[in-house]
């Protein structure tokens, strides 16, 4: 029993540190609503002004890389397929750390997951970060048979798109797990990451079709995730669907 319990511990351990997931150990401040139903017209501004900066870094970086790519594809001296070999590696860092590209804080913590009251069908904590490692997989692999029908162009609205869900993705996850705006995180997890979701998956399957089916993977686990967070609002006390002003509290 207890080298199955190492086992899996080293399984989780390499799975977060992977994926960027704190285990909630340290107990830092946290926030909690405040007691009127006052919205945070302050929140509402950053996380609009976070998710544009966010897409605005993610398309020039998609740009950097069209003319580094267009450079190593014109060089002779450069090996053949070394520029696949970077966009790959490309595209992992976005589908892995696009958070990078926020100035939001959106640190990925089971701790909000951990302490709130949720359905008896939800699943473990450490399913998450498996599923969006295997996400992560897909999306790198959809993305370049994208960059490759697209003749090796970053600057195309696939992938411009796919970048706008990383960001609204991220967004989220500011709200959700750092913030514990259970209310807000309601309707922008239906219209961020559910809906960008659908979106990009149709236009990579209208660019090529295996890239599209390849992503559809990450709408059923979204949709399941949307559900989830419904009924998570719902068991805390149905607050309501924007955000509230927060207090600081100590733990």
């Known amino acids: 029993m207890s080298k199955s319990n190492n086992s899996s511990g080293i399984i989780e351990n390499f799975v977060n540190i992977l994926m960027g997931v704190k285990n909630g150990n340290k107990q830092p401040q946290v926030t909690s609503i405040g ?14 002004l976070g998710t544009i900066i966010q897409i605005g ?20 001296s450069i090996p053949n397929g070394f520029s696949t070999l970077l966009t790959v590696l490309f595209f992992c860092l976005l589908s892995l750390r696009s958070r990078l590209f926020s100035p939001l804080d959106n640190t990925r913590s089971r701790q909000t997951y951990d302490q709130i009251i949720r359905p008896r069908w939800s699943p ?32 195309v609205l ?8 990383l960001a609204l993705g991220d967004t989220w996850n500011t709200i959700f797990t750092v913030e514990r705006r ?10 961020g990451p559910w809906l960008s979701a659908i979106v990009v998956t149709a236009i990579y399957w209208q660019t090529i079709a295996i890239a599209g089916i390849t992503l559809s993977f990450s709408c059923v686990w979204l949709t399941v995730a ?26």
């Open 124 to 155: 473990p904590a450490l399913v998450f970060p498996i599923v969006w490692m295997i996400i992560a997989i897909l999306r790198v692999i959809s993305s370049v048979l994208v960059w490759q029908q697209m003749n090796h162009q970053f600057l």
């Open 57 to 76: 870094a993610m398309v020039l970086a998609l740009l950097g890389m069209e003319k580094l790519v267009m450079w190593i594809d014109h060089n002779s």
């Open 182 to 191: 259970l209310g807000a995180a309601v309707p922008v997890v239906i219209l």
């Open 35 to 48: 007691n009127t139903q006052e919205l945070d017209i302050k929140a509402v501004l950053v996380y609009k």
């Open 226 to 251: 949307a559900v989830l967070v419904f009924r998570i609002w719902q068991l805390n006390g149905s607050e309501p669907l924007y955000p509230l002003k927060l207090t600081t509290v100590e733990k």
């Open 158 to 165: 696939p992938l411009i798109l796919f970048v706008v869900h």
